[in-house]
């Protein structure tokens, strides 16, 4: 398997544009996870997914955030519209939906909004 | 609400050395706890995970450990390599939810 998949790996946008990462998890994982990276605050949850639905999406830092799974093989990050301190590097990680089983992780999307 | 610390926040040794990463949480109801490695500008790759049943596991010249009680766990890199440069994150997975909390990682050093 290729592992879980990210698009773009970086992506430079003008404040106030809608960005929009991408994510193909591990074939047959069926939880998915948006986590974001940032120097000051680490590594935080965003948002996951159980079987397509959303189960926790309380770390969405605004409504500007919105994350979608329409199928097991693909989720999207939105953020509309974009601010310079939601600079950071997005990751995207998938495992099976059950206790003691490893996270694998995207190689991440870089995004700057200048 | 979980919080995980890792002490120190970077080190470096020389080439050979055995060293320990710390790794402390404050809930000690966990699933699991799992050690990542982080190269510079690249994603995370798991390392190990450790069950909430276990008190250890190894994978080559790594071993981990974990004292839920306590609510510490510490990373034990042995014969250390400059290819073992990276930083280092754990993270634990809380019962009730799969999603993980991280720690700051530690920043590792390996000096040939």
């Known amino acids: 398997d290729a592992g879980v998949i990210q698009s773009p790996r970086h992506e430079v946008t003008e404040m106030g544009q809608e960005v929009t990462l991408r994510c193909k998890p591990i074939?047959?994982?069926?939880?998915l996870f948006w986590y974001r990276q940032t120097m000051m605050r680490g590594l935080e949850l965003l948002i996951y997914?159980?079987?397509?639905?959303?189960?926790?999406d309380s770390g969405m830092p605004e409504d500007r955030f919105s994350a979608k799974m329409p199928n097991a093989s693909f989720s999207t990050l939105k953020i509309q519209p974009s601010e310079p301190r939601d600079s950071a590097v997005y990751f995207c990680?998938?495992?099976?939906?059950?206790?003691?089983?490893?996270?694998?992780f995207g190689q991440g999307t870089r995004l700057t909004v200048v | 609400k979980q919080e995980v610390t890792q002490i120190p926040a970077a080190l470096s040794v020389p080439e050979g050395e055995n060293l320990v990463l710390n790794c402390s949480f404050t809930d000690s109801a966990i699933y699991n706890l799992q050690w990542f490695r982080q190269d510079p500008g690249k994603g995370l790759t798991s390392l190990l995970l450790?069950?909430?049943?276990?008190r250890e596991q190894t994978s080559g010249r790594l071993n981990a450990s974990l004292d839920k009680s306590s609510g510490r766990s510490t990373l034990y890199i042995a014969a250390s390599q400059p290819g073992d440069s990276a930083t280092y994150l754990c993270a634990v997975g809380g019962k009730g939810a799969q999603k993980l909390v991280f720690g700051q990682g530690t920043r590792l050093t390996i000096n040939p």
């Open positions: 450790i069950q909430s049943s276990q």
């Open positions: 997914f159980n079987n397509n639905v959303p189960i926790d």
């Open positions: 074939s047959g994982h069926n939880s």
């Open positions: 990680a998938s495992s099976l939906n059950r206790k003691n089983t490893e996270a694998f």
